[in-house]
């Protein structure tokens, strides 16, 4: 060997032009397999996650239509408890005896008051008769002192009088109106007008026709 000959080939083995060594393939393998693994957990993960929500929305949802249920259940009965003692199921005559057919029914109420106004007859006389019925329902005890009323329908007036009550009624049931009458009213809905004492103007009941 010339000892005047430059020593590049010692730094060729040594410097940046070095060969790197490759890995093991069972090494490769392991982090491939890590990698997959990692993957796996987190499609596992999303696809739990996904499920929970699902499970929670369907509960959620079920527990919303039970509570409209009672909701509805309760809101159907308290309107029906309103007319509790004026429904003809609760007029003893009309509820027992069988000569009586009534004809028509007309029913409503506002936040006060719940009224049923009927029109019927006995088998045995074919004259028309009417009973109305108001019940108070709002707050308060019942009213006292004079009471007037007025039912209409458009512009025709089936009975209009004023009454005086020293004390509130039974069950704060008015008896607003009993006789004959002449002209049936039409299917038409009606028109109650209460004034009690303390109220400056009178108060609208619409009274519906009831299905027979």
């Known amino acids: 060997m010339n000892p005047n000959e430059p020593k590049w080939y010692g730094r060729l083995r040594r410097g940046p032009f070095q060969q790197e060594r490759q890995p093991?393939?069972?090494?490769?393998?392991?982090?491939?397999?890590?990698?997959?693994?990692g993957r796996k957990e987190r499609r596992m993960w999303k696809l739990s996650a996904a499920?929970?929500?699902?499970?929670?929305?369907?509960?959620?949802?079920?527990?919303?239509?039970?509570?409209?249920d009672r909701t509805t259940s309760v809101t159907t009965s308290e309107r029906h408890d309103v007319f509790a003692g004026i429904e003809r199921t609760d007029i003893p005559d009309f509820a027992t005896d069988p000569n009586i057919e009534v004809m028509r029914e007309y029913k409503g109420n506002n936040d006060r008051w719940a009224a049923e106004y009927y029109?019927?007859?006995?088998?045995?006389?074919?004259?028309?008769?009417?009973?109305?019925?108001?019940?108070?329902?709002?707050?308060?005890?019942?009213?006292?002192?004079?009471?007037?009323?007025?039912?209409?329908?458009?512009?025709?007036?089936?009975?209009?009088?004023?009454m005086s009550y020293g004390s509130p009624p039974e069950q704060g049931i008015y008896n607003l109106s009993f006789g004959k009458i002449a002209d049936l009213p039409d299917r038409a809905t009606l028109q109650l007008l209460?004034?009690?004492?303390?109220?400056?103007?009178?108060?609208?009941?619409?009274?519906?026709?009831?299905?027979?």
């Open 24 to 37: 093991a393939p069972s090494h490769v393998q392991a982090i491939i397999d890590k990698v997959t693994k």
């Open 119 to 162: 029109i019927y007859r006995t088998k045995d006389d074919n004259d028309r008769q009417i009973r109305c019925y108001a019940k108070y329902i709002g707050d308060g005890p019942s009213p006292t002192g004079e009471v007037r009323y007025t039912l209409k329908s458009e512009d025709t007036i089936y009975g209009s009088a004023t």
């Open 51 to 68: 499920a929970v929500f699902i499970v929670v929305f369907v509960l959620i949802t079920v527990w919303l239509l039970s509570t409209l």
């Open 194 to 212: 209460m004034q009690s004492p303390n109220d400056t103007q009178f108060e609208w009941v619409t009274l519906n026709p009831v299905e027979q």
